[in-house]
């Protein structure tokens, strides 16, 4: 994909030493790496950490940032690098799903940007394979995300990472709110939206 000029969709979860997955990406595969991030609100913060992660070639962007940056054409094959399995805000339209028999709002922004931008989507997973020693592998889960239907590219990656951490649970995030929210919840925000709407 590099050689052919081709972006690339990244997409992982917060398994195992995911700061060191996504660091290694600046080092490991030819395309520069960008990960979308949300800033923090705590300018402080947000600046440590973006330091940190971008010691060794990563960049941090939010997704207008991204959008700039590939509507500019100037920067080639890229690779955007999505965390698939955090809670998505309510004004978000969520992929819904069963995860770790769980009912589970998954974020839809990696595929959306995948097909929006028709680039291949990789799994990508580090695993550690003994003392201060990691492998990371990576896995194609669709290079025409376009001719998938709508959803089946986020059950393609939701099913990896579910496989993923049943083999292995110790090493995923338990303590991150991935159910806080219901479907409900999100109804509901609609709702409130379209009436705010009509009332105007």
């Given at each position: ?8 969709t ?8 995911w700061e060191?997955f ?10 520069h790496?960008l990960?979308?991030?949300?800033p923090l609100?705590?300018k ?9 992660r971008s010691?060794?070639?990563?960049r ?7 959008k700039?940056?590939?509507?500019d ?14 809670c ?7 992929h819904?799903?069963?995860f770790l ?7 839809f922004g990696s595929?959306?940007f995948a097909?929006?931008?028709n ?5 990508g997973i580090?695993?550690k394979?003994?003392r201060?020693?990691?492998s990371?592998?990576?896995?194609m889960?669709s290079e025409?995300p376009?001719e ?6 986020s059950?393609?990656?939701?099913r990896?990472?579910?496989k993923d ?5 110790s090493?995923?995030l338990?303590?991150h ?6 479907k ?6 609609w709702?409130?939206q ?7």
């Amino acid at each position: 994909y590099f050689d052919s000029g081709q972006h690339v969709t990244l997409v992982g979860g917060h398994y195992g030493n995911w700061e060191m997955f996504a660091v290694s990406a600046a080092k490991n595969i030819p395309h520069h790496p960008l990960a979308l991030f949300t800033p923090l609100r705590n300018k402080f913060m947000n600046t440590k950490i973006t330091n940190s992660r971008s010691r060794f070639g990563l960049r941090m962007k939010s997704y207008p940032e991204v959008k700039e940056i590939l509507k500019d054409g100037i920067e080639k094959q890229l690779s955007i690098i999505f965390a698939t399995d955090q809670c998505p805000r309510l004004r978000q339209h969520p992929h819904w799903t069963m995860f770790l028999n769980q009912e589970t709002a998954v974020q839809f922004g990696s595929e959306k940007f995948a097909r929006d931008n028709n680039t291949p989507v990789i799994y990508g997973i580090i695993e550690k394979t003994k003392r201060g020693h990691y492998s990371v592998k990576y896995t194609m889960l669709s290079e025409f995300p376009n001719e998938l239907a709508i959803g089946e590219l986020s059950e393609m990656h939701t099913r990896q990472l579910e496989k993923d951490i049943i083999e292995n649970p110790s090493y995923w995030l338990w303590t991150h709110k991935r159910w806080k929210r219901k479907k409900i919840d999100f109804q509901k925000h609609w709702e409130k939206q379209e009436a705010s709407k009509l009332s105007a």
